[in-house]
């Protein structure tokens, strides 16, 4: 929980630095050319650009995308009920705004798209998520080729600053590396911290079967002792149910047998006597 609270923070603080330097390039690409016609270097000022300068205005674009951007990316972490995730979340949308906001600063910073893959790199599944830090990886490529600000015939904010003091030039560039710098070094964190969560839950998930696997050991165990307590019960019935029959034949059939015997030996008896007495009486009358 504690590095959930962690990672949160992280995020926060990326989108923080990244306004703050879209802001920054921003107010360069915007004011310069106010400045050098304020002072009357229009002509030298348009001498040192590598390429015709687009209207001051566009740069209003990149102030609205990264405005729409936080939306789609506030959008995507507030909680929703699972039938209208499918409608609201389109995870193509944040990237194609991102892009928008690089063209808009002259290709000169594409650390949007690490806020990007923040957001969306934990939220995305299996196949979904392999396309798309292939695409993010194409793009952060791409943007950071010279060769494509040129083919797009861009200005650099490199020219921009030349138009002022090499002292005001060094303060700037260093300022655009200490944000640069510290977005890559919180982007580089963020994902050691996913990883080690990762980690983590996958140690708690493999403890967890160790532990239901000792415990299916211990069902097993006691499903044979069960299986021979059941047995075992099913021989104790047998064996009462053989001592009920047997008692039931000494307490019925045996006394019956017994009584018929007893009587049996009393006319057996009876007749004898009978037999004794008439002999006797046969030979008296003789």
């Given at each position: 929980m504690q590095n959930d609270y962690t990672l949160s923070a992280i995020r926060h603080m990326m989108i923080v630095l990244n306004v703050a330097i879209v802001g920054f390039l921003s107010a360069i690409f915007f004011f310069t050319p106010q400045t050098a016609v304020l002072h009357a270097e229009a002509m030298q000022f348009s001498q040192q650009l590598r390429y015709v300068p687009e209207r001051p205005g566009m740069q209003a674009f990149s102030l609205l995308g990264?405005?729409?951007l936080l939306a789609v990316s506030a959008l995507y972490h507030l909680p929703m009920q699972k039938q209208h995730r499918k409608i609201f979340r389109m995870y193509w949308l944040e990237p194609?705004?991102?892009m928008i906001v690089i063209v808009s600063l002259h290709l000169?910073?594409?650390g949007l798209l690490f806020l990007v893959v923040v957001d969306l790199v934990d939220t995305l599944q299996h196949r979904k998520r392999a396309i798309f830090l292939s695409v993010m990886v194409l793009l952060y490529l791409l943007t950071?080729?010279?060769?494509?600000?040129?083919?797009l015939r861009m200005p650099s904010v490199t020219d921009y600053m030349a138009y002022y003091s090499p002292y005001i030039q060094q303060v700037m560039q260093s300022a655009l590396g200490l944000f640069n710098a510290f977005v890559m070094i919180l982007f580089i964190t963020y994902v050691l911290l996913l990883v080690i969560r990762r980690t983590d839950?996958?140690?708690k998930i493999r403890l967890l079967n160790h532990r239901l696997e000792h415990a299916n050991d211990k069902l097993s165990v006691l499903n044979e002792q069960l299986k021979a307590y059941a047995s075992e019960s099913e021989r104790m019935a047998e064996t009462?149910?053989?001592n009920r029959l047997a008692r039931e034949i000494h307490d019925t059939l045996g006394h019956?047998?017994?009584g018929?015997?007893?009587?049996?030996?009393?006319?057996?008896?009876?007749?004898?006597?009978?037999?004794?007495d008439a002999a006797d009486e046969a030979r008296s009358v003789d």
């Open positions: 990264v405005a729409a194609v705004i991102c000169d910073y594409n950071s080729l010279d060769i494509v600000q040129s083919a839950e996958n140690t009462r149910e053989r019956s047998l017994t018929i015997i007893a009587g049996t030996d009393a006319c057996i008896t009876i007749c004898l006597l009978y037999t004794s």
